[in-house]
């Protein structure tokens, strides 16, 4: 009851990610595999996602987890939201073991919140086969907690999948390469930290149990057969902390080609050119026309900087 709606809204930010790029594939319905779907948080998020994006793109998704009971519940719930949406939905739920289930050939397949219960070799092959389930316009949207440890698994998975050619990242990184930087240091893990509203239902749940305390917290990775990067460019920034406003500075953590950096204005060089460096949030990407030096990018009067919210529905 709490988790599923909870964390439904985790598949938007990849979602709207691959729609702003204009990276979903052309094919109506969207064939999607939602993988380990449980209750059918995934599910119900791309029906939302779909809902704000505006786009009556219908959904026709295969679910496959090994617990039925959970499947007939994520198959009454998306029933009921994509009636409710006025979405053309078609849920196809399938009692399975995901490690070895046969993946029909699909648009999209969402992992959510499965890997960190296989064993590291089965996440390698089940991604891998993920990977050839999809064309080349098509995506591997991977979801998984926030937490050190599974964060960091994800990030290795990452690197063994570009290690192998099996799949190139289209997000969040804007680094193509292997390694991700998250990994040099033990103490440090990629995650989002998103803001969310809850349902009232949902977020009376949260306050009476303590479930959450506030922000939607996860990990993620989309890949593709084919590269593509959520934003091109070599001065394409993520930015991966909270912005720190040490006095007189403003300052965040950027992921990009050069490793983990910090990127400073000092704020007495704040212009109209580079002023988005203050407005970018973590989950952002930051165009900075500056090279980097040593140790961070220092953002000076005529450096310009561009944001971008690879995650808010156009329009929106
Ligand atoms: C934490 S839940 C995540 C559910 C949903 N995807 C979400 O994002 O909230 C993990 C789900 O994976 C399923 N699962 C774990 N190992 C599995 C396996 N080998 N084959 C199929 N399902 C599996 C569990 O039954 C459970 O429903």
């Given at each position: 009851m709490?988790?599923?709606?909870?964390?439904?809204?985790?598949?938007?930010?990849?979602?709207?990610?691959?729609?702003?790029?204009?990276?979903?594939p052309?094919?109506?319905?969207?064939?999607?595999?939602?993988?380990?779907?449980?209750?059918?948080?995934?599910?119900?998020?791309?029906?939302?996602?779909?809902?704000?994006?505006?786009?009556?793109?219908?959904?026709?998704?295969?679910?496959?987890?090994?617990?039925?009971?959970?499947?007939?519940?994520?198959?009454?719930?998306?029933?009921?939201?994509?009636?409710?949406?006025?979405?053309?939905?078609?849920?196809?739920?399938?009692?399975?073991?995901?490690?070895?289930?046969?993946?029909?050939?699909?648009?999209?397949?969402?992992?959510?919140?499965?890997?960190?219960?296989?064993?590291?070799?089965?996440?390698?092959?089940?991604?891998?086969?993920?990977?050839?389930?999809?064309?080349?316009?098509?995506?591997?949207?991977?979801?998984?907690?926030?937490?050190?440890?599974t964060?960091?698994?994800?990030?290795?998975?990452?690197?063994?999948?570009?290690?192998?050619?099996?799949?190139?990242?289209?997000?969040?990184?804007?680094?193509?390469?292997a390694?991700?930087?998250?990994?040099?240091?033990?103490?440090?893990?990629?995650?989002?930290d998103?803001?969310?509203?809850?349902?009232?239902?949902?977020?009376?749940?949260?306050?009476?149990?303590?479930?959450?305390?506030?922000?939607?917290?996860?990990?993620?990775?989309?890949?593709?057969?084919?590269?593509?990067?959520?934003?091109?460019?070599?001065?394409?920034?993520?930015?991966?902390?909270?912005?720190?406003s040490?006095?007189?500075?403003?300052?965040?953590?950027?992921?990009?080609?050069?490793?983990?950096?910090?990127?400073?204005?000092?704020?007495?060089?704040?212009?109209?050119?580079?002023?988005?460096?203050?407005?970018a949030?973590?989950?952002?990407?930051?165009?900075?026309?500056?090279?980097?030096?040593?140790?961070?990018?220092?953002?000076?009067?005529?450096?310009?900087?561009?944001?971008?919210?690879?995650?808010?529905?156009?329009?929106?």
């Amino acid at each position: 009851m709490f988790f599923t709606i909870a964390d439904a809204m985790k598949v938007a930010v990849p979602f709207v990610e691959l729609a702003n790029r204009d990276a979903l594939p052309a094919a109506r319905p969207l064939r999607v595999i939602d993988l380990g779907a449980g209750c059918g948080a995934m599910s119900l998020g791309l029906i939302e996602a779909v809902t704000r994006l505006g786009s009556p793109i219908g959904l026709s998704i295969t679910a496959i987890d090994r617990d039925a009971a959970a499947l007939g519940i994520a198959a009454a719930a998306v029933r009921q939201l994509a009636t409710v949406r006025g979405l053309d939905v078609t849920f196809t739920p399938r009692t399975d073991d995901a490690t070895g289930a046969k993946l029909a050939s699909v648009d999209l397949v969402v992992i959510g919140t499965l890997l960190n219960e296989l064993a590291a070799p089965a996440r390698q092959a089940l991604v891998e086969r993920a990977l050839a389930a999809i064309g080349d316009d098509g995506a591997v949207i991977i979801i998984e907690p926030a937490l050190r440890e599974t964060a960091r698994a994800l990030h290795e998975l990452r690197d063994v999948i570009l290690a192998t050619g099996a799949g190139h990242v289209f997000a969040p990184c804007t680094r193509a390469g292997a390694p991700c930087p998250s990994l040099a240091n033990p103490n440090d893990w990629c995650h989002e930290d998103r803001t969310i509203k809850l349902p009232p239902l949902t977020r009376e749940l949260s306050r009476l149990t303590h479930l959450r305390d506030d922000g939607m917290k996860f990990s993620y990775l989309v890949l593709r057969r084919q590269p593509l990067s959520v934003v091109e460019g070599p001065g394409a920034w993520r930015i991966v902390s909270p912005s720190r406003s040490p006095k007189g500075k403003h300052e965040v953590t950027g992921c990009s080609d050069p490793g983990w950096v910090s990127l400073r204005l000092l704020r007495r060089h704040r212009t109209d050119a580079n002023r988005d460096l203050e407005r970018a949030d973590r989950g952002d990407v930051v165009v900075i026309s500056a090279p980097p030096g040593d140790d961070r990018v220092e953002v000076v009067a005529d450096t310009a900087v561009v944001r971008h919210v690879p995650a808010k529905p156009r329009g929106s």
